[in-house]
């Protein structure tokens, strides 16, 4: 905890979040207990960390299963101005943009799957679930969740940090608080990026590292591409299409949750 702390005070030459952290050896859901911590009027900021869930959460109502060696990471947000609680996903790519950035500026080669899934060498190092408070279509509280696999076993198509780093000739993230640290960083330069430079911005960046931009879909048998993705978190495709004997490539948007796309890229 002091070693994390130290890291985080060495690399922040300002706060954009006011971090104050709270360890727990067990909990069910980091997400959960920061959420009974704000209704106890926690702020903003808030950190929960766990050593182990024993009913962790990932996205679409599944589970994800959370052993000694994984980070558990959940961190409250409130904001001064106003987003929509159809613009959640922003917070999402958010967090993905900055911690995957975080983890390249070290070496370790982080792309993103949309459209919440770390991804390394062509494998899923971590996933971020965000959890939202709606007042009048307006989000008042977000928790940002984030697992990430350092030394835990993973699934065939998982991967952890730590065995990543043993197949390199070198180790850039020596231990799980320098992870944590980088993690926060992210966090908050993503919430700075979004609510200081705004949508389009993040967007771009979020592009940038997205592993599934070019990559042919099929939706209901009919090729498409990737392209890009938009403000509300769907995913942009123009479809390969026939009028007549012209091709064309009407754009279309899916939702997250609707598509499944592959692990295959190692990088961007
Ligand atoms: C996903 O399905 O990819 C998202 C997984 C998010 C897991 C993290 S672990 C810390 C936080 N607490 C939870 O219960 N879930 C998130």
Redesign the pocket.
């Known amino acids: 905890m002091q070693n994390l702390e130290a890291a985080l005070k060495a690399a922040r030459k300002y706060t954009y979040l006011p971090f104050s952290l709270h360890f727990f050896e067990r909990v069910s ?4 207990t920061l959420w009974n911590l704000l209704n106890q009027g926690a702020i903003s900021g808030t950190v929960v960390i766990a050593t182990v ?1 024993s ?6 109502g ?1 589970q ?1 299963i ?1 052993p000694v060696g ?1 980070l ?3 961190v409250a947000i409130s904001f001064d101005h106003k987003i929509e609680a159809t613009d959640s996903y922003q917070l999402t790519f958010a967090t993905a943009w900055g911690i995957a950035s975080q983890l390249r500026q070290c070496g370790v080669d982080v792309g993103i799957k949309w459209p ?2 770390l991804v390394l060498n062509g494998r ?1 190092l ?4 965000t959890e939202t408070k709606v007042n009048k279509g307006q989000i008042t509280q977000a928790v940002i ?3 990430i696999n350092w030394t835990n076993p993973v699934p065939e198509t998982g991967i952890n940090l730590e065995s990543w780093q043993a197949s390199q000739d070198f180790r850039p993230i020596t231990c799980l608080e320098m992870l944590t640290s980088k993690v926060l960083l992210g966090i908050e330069s993503g919430m700075e990026c979004l609510c200081q430079e705004g949508v389009k911005v993040l967007l771009s960046r979020y592009l940038d590292l997205l592993i599934n931009m070019g990559d042919r879909v099929y939706v209901n048998n009919i090729s498409g591409k990737v392209v890009g993705v938009t403000p509300q978190g769907n995913l942009r495709v123009d479809l390969e299409t026939y009028n007549t004997k012209e091709l064309i490539t009407p754009e279309i948007y899916i939702e997250p949750g609707t598509i499944s796309l592959g692990y295959h890229k190692s990088s961007v």
């Open positions: 859901s980091t997400n959960q869930q009913a962790g959460r990932g996205q679409w599944r994800w959370s994984g558990y990471i959940s919440n899934d899923k971590g996933g971020i679930l969740g984030v697992g």
